[in-house]
């Protein structure tokens, strides 16, 4: 990764947002706790979050599958984001592709009102399709950084989410007992 590209220092007179991005497995949580302590360790004020239904590992830390950690407040949903925010310069939001609709507004917004956003989740479904909101990130988003894993059957870059059990679920909360990572090559859809 491009260290340059990422940000360091606090917006003036703006905020922004940044999103990372990719497949399970190929380390997003563990970049944005990475993005995180450099804020803290710089004493601005961070807020990080984390939609309910994520509740591996941890109820209120967000957790990186290499068990770094940072406590969390942890959301039903996104209303009550705005009024958590109202003194952190910095948001963290983790699986981001499991809050409402609502999430790229409030996001959005608390940019416009000069914080730094960052924004972490996955950007493909099991079926490799998009996964919203990632794509209308994409689209909003200052800084991008796309995370790859490496395939778990040939060793390629690997940006895709293999699901290794025939559930039809869109979602289906679980890490290495259910998904791997896969390359372009390797990854199929289950049942097809
Ligand atoms: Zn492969």
């Known amino acids: 990764m491009?260290?340059?590209s990422i940000p360091h220092l606090l917006p003036k007179d703006t905020g922004w947002i940044e999103v990372i991005t990719g497949c399970m497995f190929s380390g997003k949580t563990e970049e944005?706790?990475?993005?995180?302590?450099?804020?803290?360790?710089a004493k601005q004020k961070v807020l990080i979050i984390k939609p309910a239904i994520d509740n591996r590992f941890s109820?209120?830390?967000i957790v990186s599958h290499n068990t770094q950690s940072l406590p969390s407040v942890v959301l039903e949903n996104s209303k009550a984001i705005n009024e958590l925010a109202r003194?952190?310069?910095?948001i963290g939001i983790d699986e981001v592709q499991f809050f409402d609709a609502d999430i790229l507004r409030i996001c959005k917004e608390l940019a416009a009102a000069g914080k730094r956003v960052i924004v972490a989740g996955l950007d493909q479904d099991y079926t490799g399709k998009p996964f919203e909101p990632l794509?209308?990130?994409l689209c909003e988003a200052?800084?991008?950084t796309k995370t790859l894993a490496i395939c778990m059957v040939c060793g390629n870059p690997a940006d895709r989410t293999q699901r290794t059990t025939v559930s039809k679920e869109k979602v289906l909360v679980g890490a290495s007992d259910f998904y791997e990572a896969r390359c372009r090559k390797c990854h199929y859809i289950p049942g097809e």
Not at 87 to 90: G, T
């Open 2 to 4: 491009m260290e340059s």
């Open 32 to 41: 944005l706790i990475r993005r995180l302590r450099r804020a803290q360790i």
């Open 135 to 137: 794509p209308q990130f």
């Open 87 to 90: 003194d952190a310069h910095v």
């Open 59 to 61: 109820e209120n830390n």
């Open 142 to 144: 200052e800084y991008i």
